[in-house]
């Protein structure tokens, strides 16, 4: 890989809405727009993305990763974040991690007018698997690296 001078992360491209989510669920992340910084850099071992929510938008579905760490850093706006049964509202500055394993379901939801803007940054640890406790999806990781998703008791979606 050949170096490169320092850019502007906005300068990055974004994608708006993009998810392996299947309907209805996709619809849900349609307010958000996510730079894959990490990935712009070649980075493997970690990723990073700065992400704007639109008022109304959420992060992703509550979920829970099992090997797979997690962290944002809030920059722009008061997101709410959903931590299992509670929530907390979140003002710039304020960060939180989300230690793999423990089942504790997590998301970020706009709920304020203005736009939020955070840095996520997550491992890619191998063998992955994504429960979502509110919805009736699970998420698994295949030695490739891509994500299959099927109904929580293993049949296929449709």
């Not at 894959?36 to 990763?65: C, I, M």
Request: charged share 20%; proline share 6%.
């Amino acid at each position: 890989m050949r170096k490169q001078a320092p850019i502007s992360a906005t300068s990055i491209p974004a994608s708006m809405g993009k998810t392996i989510y299947p309907e209805p669920y996709a619809s849900l992340v349609q307010g958000r727009l996510k730079r894959k910084l990490g990935e712009f850099f070649g980075l493997t071992n970690f990723g990073v993305n700065l992400t704007h929510l639109s008022p109304g938008a959420v992060s992703a579905l509550a979920h829970s990763h099992s090997k797979q760490d997690e962290f944002i850093f809030v920059l722009e706006g008061t997101p709410t974040l959903v931590l299992g049964e509670e929530e907390f509202t979140l003002n710039p500055g304020d960060c939180y991690g989300f230690k793999a394993g423990t089942g504790i379901a997590h998301q970020l939801v706009n709920r304020s007018e203005a736009s939020v803007v955070y840095l996520e940054v997550g491992d890619r640890t191998a063998g992955d698997e994504v429960e979502y406790p509110n919805d009736d999806l699970k998420a698994t990781q295949l030695p490739n690296g891509t994500w299959a998703l099927t109904r929580k008791d293993g049949r296929p979606i449709r």
